[in-house]
């Protein structure tokens, strides 16, 4: 079992607010994300952060996207698609889609919106 499984959400996630920040994006756009991969609302959200939910925790009470699985790429040069713990996979995905988020892409891309023919 990875570390980051009984790692609190509450403590990562002041770090992904923060990558995206510095890359002139918003905090609502973080957490648009998040609830968008995970199904939670605002309150939800909320909730686990101040309960210090783990990963594990968190990931078992969410209800993934079903266009999660259009995410595709690299985080920390593991393509995200190929890894093979659930758990993990679904780590990767939220990783992958701030890392998008801070590097600029269009919202409509990052939350895999289809686009019109």
């Known amino acids: 079992m990875s570390r980051i499984f009984a790692t609190s959400f509450a403590a990562v996630y002041p770090l992904y607010v923060a990558k995206?920040?510095?890359k002139g994006r918003a905090k609502a756009e973080v957490?648009?994300?998040?609830?968008?991969?995970?199904?939670?609302d605002e309150?939800?959200?909320?909730?686990h952060l101040a309960d210090g939910t783990t990963f594990e925790e968190f990931f078992a009470d969410a209800r993934l996207n079903p266009n999660a699985t259009l995410i595709t790429?690299?985080?920390?040069?593991?393509r995200v698609q190929e890894v093979e713990d659930p758990l993990m996979q679904k780590i990767r995905y939220l990783d992958l889609l701030v890392d998008e988020l801070a590097r600029g892409k269009a919202m409509a891309k990052i939350?895999?919106?289809a686009q019109p023919a």
């Open 20 to 22: 995206a920040e510095r």
């Open 73 to 78: 790429g690299t985080v920390c040069g593991v």
């Open 43 to 47: 309150p939800a959200l909320q909730k």
């Open 111 to 113: 939350l895999r919106v």
């Open 31 to 40: 957490d648009q994300v998040i609830e968008w991969l995970t199904g939670f």
